[in-house]
């Protein structure tokens, strides 16, 4: 355990940030499953959405990698266009 006080509040704000980056990712995979697991292509539509707006946040503050979630989103939309086509 820290002694020095700035170790203790550097301590306090990465378990924070931890916290926060956590809840985000746990948010961001849901949305994700949600296009995925969606039954007709409207859904499907609306749950890619939200995802993508998601993902975009996500690569924007260093949750995921951009090319990551650049790919991400490449095969969600892939998958909701399948959907949309049968």
């Not at 940030?17 to 409207?42: D, F, I, P, Y």
Request: net charge positive.
């Amino acid at each position: 355990m820290p002694r020095i006080k700035s170790a203790k509040k550097a301590m306090r704000k990465s378990r924070a940030a931890q916290e926060r980056n956590r809840r985000r990712r746990s948010q961001l995979r849901t949305a994700v499953k949600k296009v995925r697991v969606a039954g007709n292509a409207q859904e499907a539509q609306a749950a890619l959405v939200e995802a993508t707006r998601l993902l975009d946040r996500a690569g924007r503050k260093n949750l995921v990698h951009k090319n990551t979630a650049s790919r991400t989103k490449s095969r969600l939309a892939k998958l909701v266009a399948a959907k949309a086509a049968k």
